[in-house]
């Protein structure tokens, strides 16, 4: 993998994610945190391509850029009063060291292995996912299909109230 | 004529006046009707000669052949593959230049039908109203398009107090990206896609799901309650219609067997049928949530012009604004081109893309579809907001998912089975236009049997319940 | 000089575990560390997308010692983790809204108790 692209873009998505994850921890402001988380799914998006993962930068814009940041959004508009300054809590110091710790075990462990070299042979994956979702994996693939249901069915019981009696005309 | 027959007003005087264009082309200078019949006749001769060439096989692949200028492209590649600079530069290159012309070309179609586009709906949409559009700027009106970008650019830019810096610049660029990006899978000739990714469906899908957060940034920026209503209500449309476009493109990848949109393009032109024909609840489907998508009539309910000021672009001033109603343009073409691609067949027309460019015939079809957006927006009163999420989730949704069952179950009978493909073809069409339709009915009986439409409910004066404050009490 | 050129110059599976780890950290930092509960889950998300990262990688750069693993195997499990985290993050908004109706916060520091 030493295209001048793939080595460019690269670094150029592995730049913007940091640097967005950074400024999500520093930005000052609820809503402007959501805006870099935003721009670090893009990224994230941007590097799986790199990796070949066409599918799944595909399937992330789609699901966090697409739906989980409206979701935020929308949890943010409900919580009106809350506060919406980006402060931290008392245990940040702690936090910082634990995610400094985590992030250096895994970099010395990366820089000390020798690892080998990319797969040769690595095509479209749109088809494989496909035959491995349905053939391997179909039992995870149901059970992932109910957990979707009982999230969906969940949420929507969770936040009915219950005094909703008012009556709507179709107007269609 | 006599005084006492003719006309009296200057519109009706216009009108008895009004010469046919055959009349006026006919009443040109002589020397301007000599110069175009000899055009005339050297283009049919020059059309014959290509003719000639086509037929005979010569102008396949040369880079000169018009008809395709992804053969242009490959002899560059070939050209710099072929030169002796080092291989870094060689791969570099022959990914760079490519992209850098297909990307100059499509930011200059869509830009050029930004040029064109305002002019045109607005003529068109005089004409359904009997009147005359934009005449004054320009022979018949032609430069309006730039005085109105001309006035919006040295118009002032007032950025409402207490507005958020950072969130109130974004929204208009981060709407225009969506925009730009559709058209990147979407082939104009056989080898002319820009990127022609090979999970095309799914890109599209995402890339319309990056407008939302546009507007919400917009809506919420502008420290305007009436901008984040306007917002919410765009945003809640948005979503909702999001999935009666993934469940029709999910049909249409189901019957085409490929997410590469130049693979559905070739399965169209092979075998020889449009989708539209097949699957026309998708289609339609997809056309009526890709208005809901692109705030267009008549689901524009988020920034009509009788709603709720201008919606979630109420406090941008100038060119910002501009930027809004001009993506709201370039998205209809983008539709436009999607439909096309999808349902109509793409850049072919049953054998006539090796006469003429794939492209004008992509460019025909997306103007036919922009054309019956007009239409609708001409005629067509809009929908209110719940009546557009009952549309949504009640009914489009479950239909659309119940007729891509059956798409599923036609399509794997389709694979199986060995007939001819005008029987098997014509079969699944006869049997989805007969379920849409069915469908479609009993669930209308079903959603509405509460709705008694025969005699709807004359409305009662206040002044003979007795005024407003009896009213109150009656109400409770 | 040469190893230098090849570190920099040649993405391998250890760039994308570096990039990984980071995020993964980033995450952490942010979940551990905010106050409001709609941060600490947007903590969580990017640290659902640093292990994403990590599984893609190893997926593109297979070390087969076991023989079984597939080619793609990673990204179905991608899939699944996609899923999951839509369906958590819906649920964990919901009932942050919920907590908001009764205490008018949703400051992590102030919902410390059972009552009231």
């Given amino acids: 993998m030493d295209s001048p692209g793939i080595v460019i873009a690269f670094y150029m998505m592995a730049g913007l994610v940091l640097g967005s994850g950074t400024l999500v921890f520093l930005a000052r402001n609820l809503l402007h945190a959501l805006a870099f988380l935003v721009i670090s799914f893009l990224s994230m998006a941007g590097l799986f391509l790199t990796l070949s ?14 739906s989980i940041s409206v979701l935020m959004v929308f949890a943010v508009m409900l919580t009106p009063l809350a506060s919406r300054d980006n402060g931290n809590t008392i245990y940040v110091l702690p936090g910082l060291l634990a995610a400094g710790g985590i992030a250096t075990f895994v970099g010395f462990l990366a820089l000390d292995t020798s690892w080998s070299g990319p797969a040769t042979d690595f095509t479209t994956t749109i088809d494989l996912i496909g035959n491995l979702l349905l053939g391997k994996y179909v039992l995870a693939f149901e059970i992932a299909s109910v957990l979707l249901l009982f999230a969906l ?5 969770l936040v009915q109230t219950s005094s909703s009696d008012h009556e709507e005309g179709e107007g269609g | 004529m006599s005084s006492d027959t003719r ?6 005087r216009q009108i008895a006046e009004h010469r046919s264009l055959l009349d006026r082309a006919l009443g040109l200078p002589k020397f301007i009707l000599v110069v175009l019949s000899v055009a005339l006749i050297g283009f049919v001769i020059c059309q014959i000669l290509i003719g000639y060439l086509v037929v005979s096989g010569q102008l396949d692949g040369k880079w000169y052949d018009v008809r395709d200028f992804g053969n242009a492209m490959v002899s560059l590649t070939d050209a710099i593959n072929r030169s002796q600079m080092d291989s870094r530069i060689v791969s570099t290159l022959t990914y760079l230049i490519p992209a850098l012309l297909g990307a100059t070309g499509i930011v200059s179609v869509v830009g050029g039908w930004l040029l064109i586009g305002p002019w045109a709906e607005r003529r068109l949409l005089a004409k359904f109203q009997i009147r005359q559009g934009p005449n004054r700027t320009g022979p018949f009106g032609l430069l309006q398009s730039l005085a109105d970008a001309l006035k919006l650019m040295q118009k002032e830019i007032i950025i409402p107090r207490g507005a958020d810096r950072f969130l109130y610049f974004v929204p208009p660029i981060a709407v225009f990206i969506p925009a730009i990006l559709g058209w990147a899978p979407i082939p104009w000739s056989p080898k002319m896609s820009y990127a022609d990714l090979d999970v095309g469906v799914l890109f599209v899908i995402a890339i319309s799901s990056l407008g939302v957060l546009a507007v919400f940034m917009a809506g919420w920026a502008s420290n305007n309650h009436y901008s984040l209503l306007g917002a919410m209500r765009t945003i809640a449309m948005m979503i909702s219609y999001e999935i009666p476009i993934s469940v029709s493109l999910l049909a249409v990848v189901l019957l085409t067997g490929s997410t590469k949109l130049s693979e559905i393009v ?3 032109s092979e075998q020889g049928v449009w989708l539209i024909m097949l699957i026309p609840f998708a289609a339609l489907a997809f056309l009526f949530a890709s208005t809901a998508e692109i705030n267009r009539t008549p689901n524009d309910i988020g920034e009509a012009e009788s709603e709720i000021v201008a919606g979630f672009y109420t406090e941008y001033s100038g060119m910002k604004a501009g930027l809004f109603m001009a993506v709201e343009l370039g998205n209809a073409i983008l539709v436009g081109a999607l439909m096309s691609t999808f349902f109509l067949g793409g850049y072919t027309f049953f054998g006539l893309e090796t006469w003429i460019p794939g492209y004008l015939i992509l460019a025909t079809k997306i103007g036919l579809v922009y054309f019956l957006f007009v239409w609708i927006r001409a005629t067509l009163p809009r929908f209110r907001l719940d009546q557009l999420m009952g549309f949504a989730w009640k009914f489009l949704i479950p ?14 009978i389709l694979v199986r089975w060995d007939v001819p493909s005008f029987l098997s073809l014509g079969l699944i069409a006869l049997v989805n236009i007969t379920a849409a339709v069915g469908l479609t009915f009993v669930w209308m009986r079903v959603l509405f049997r509460d709705n008694d439409l025969s005699a709807p409910p004359t409305p009662i004066l206040t002044r003979k319940m007795g005024g407003l404050q009896a009213a109150k009490v009656l109400r409770g | 000089m040469t190893e230098i050129y090849e570190l920099i110059f040649e993405i391998g599976l250890m760039h994308y575990l570096i990039v990984s780890g980071s995020v993964f950290g980033l995450g952490t930092a942010i979940a551990l560390g905010k106050r409001s509960a709609i941060a600490v889950l947007m903590g969580i998300e990017l640290m659902l997308n640093g292990s994403i990262l990590a599984l893609l990688a190893f997926s593109r750069f297979p070390q087969n010692t076991s023989g079984d693993a597939g080619l793609v195997d990673g990204h179905v499990f991608v899939v699944f983790i996609l899923s999951v985290a839509a369906a958590e993050a819906a649920v964990a908004l919901a009932l942050s809204v919920l907590v908001y109706r009764k205490r008018e916060t949703v400051d992590l520091d102030r919902i410390n108790l059972m009552r009231w």
């Fill in chain 2, 266 to 268: 070739m399965w169209q």
């Fill in chain 2, 399 to 412: 239909v659309s998912i119940v007729l891509m069952f059956l798409t599923a179950i036609e399509s794997s």
């Fill in chain 1, 53 to 66: 993962a066409d599918f799944i930068a595909m399937a992330q814009i789609l699901i966090y850029a697409g």
């Fill in chain 1, 153 to 157: 069915v969940g949420a929507i019981m």
């Fill in chain 2, 7 to 12: 006309p009296a007003t200057p519109m009706s």
